[in-house]
């Protein structure tokens, strides 16, 4: 149980261009989804808090209007980089809290992102 | 503020037993491990909810020391499939985790 997936695993996209990943919980409901951003060898920096039927909550640094979150439902949240650049290139990866077990977080297997 | 993690590396022989501390300035809520391999997501190991408690997992085991801040990993008779980064995460009350920089686990047969 508690399996979260991602979707792509690998995407290389040219600069300027947008690129949406996106989170499910496979067999689980989750109200909060995270999304993290991790360079090599480095922890996992926690970008913004998705919750179902609400705005995401953004970590201070992270710019809103470039990374976007969608939280449509209790299973599915979308992240869209949008206008990547080179520097936008890491490991995304995205957790989820089962509805009444927010204390845990099931992570996917991340989605790694090169923007040529 | 992120947890301090220590050692950041450590090398065992199969058998061998290993401590990893992770510590907090700020009070903790919950103390979340996880163990990720190269390239992959990090997967859950174990939570603890309240000071004092103490959780195991086959031959890996926590501690949660509220009045200190800490918790520590113990790895028991270490097996090669142990070897990964291994990241603390404090919760907060708002269920955000905040990860410290890691600790590399590398078992050796």
């Known amino acids: 149980g508690a399996v979260v997936s991602q979707h792509p695993s690998w995407v290389i996209c040219k600069s300027g261009t947008s690129v949406k990943i996106e989170c499910r919980s496979l067999?689980?409901?989750?109200?909060?989804m995270f999304w993290y951003r991790q360079f090599p060898k480095q922890s996992l920096m926690l970008m913004a808090t998705?919750?179902?039927?609400?705005?995401?909550?953004?970590e201070q640094g992270v710019e809103k209007d470039k990374f976007l979150i969608n939280h449509a439902s209790l299973t599915l949240s979308t992240l869209t980089v949008t206008s990547a650049h080179p520097e936008d290139s890491s490991f995304y990866i995205c957790?989820?809290?089962?509805?009444?077990?927010?204390?845990?977080?099931?992570f996917g297997p991340g989605t790694r992102l090169l923007v040529l | 503020q992120q947890p301090v993690q220590s050692p950041q590396a450590v090398i065992l022989r199969e058998g061998e037993d290993a401590v990893i501390n992770c510590s907090s300035s700020k009070a903790l809520y919950s103390v979340h491990w996880y163990r990720q391999k190269h390239g992959e997501a990090p997967v859950f190991l174990m939570i603890?909810?309240?000071?004092?408690e103490q959780k195991g997992h086959d031959k890996i085991s926590a501690s949660f020391n509220e009045k200190k801040q800490q918790s520590s990993l113990y790895l028991t008779a270490s097996q090669l499939s142990y070897s990964g980064t291994y990241f603390c995460g404090l919760g907060s009350n708002d269920y955000k985790l905040s990860f410290g920089a890691g600790t590399t686990v590398t078992v050796r047969a």
């Open positions: 603890l909810l309240k000071g004092g």
């Open positions: 998705s919750n179902e039927g609400s705005k995401a909550t953004y």
């Open positions: 067999d689980f409901q989750a109200t909060t």
């Open positions: 957790s989820a809290s089962p509805t009444g077990f927010q204390e845990t977080q099931y």
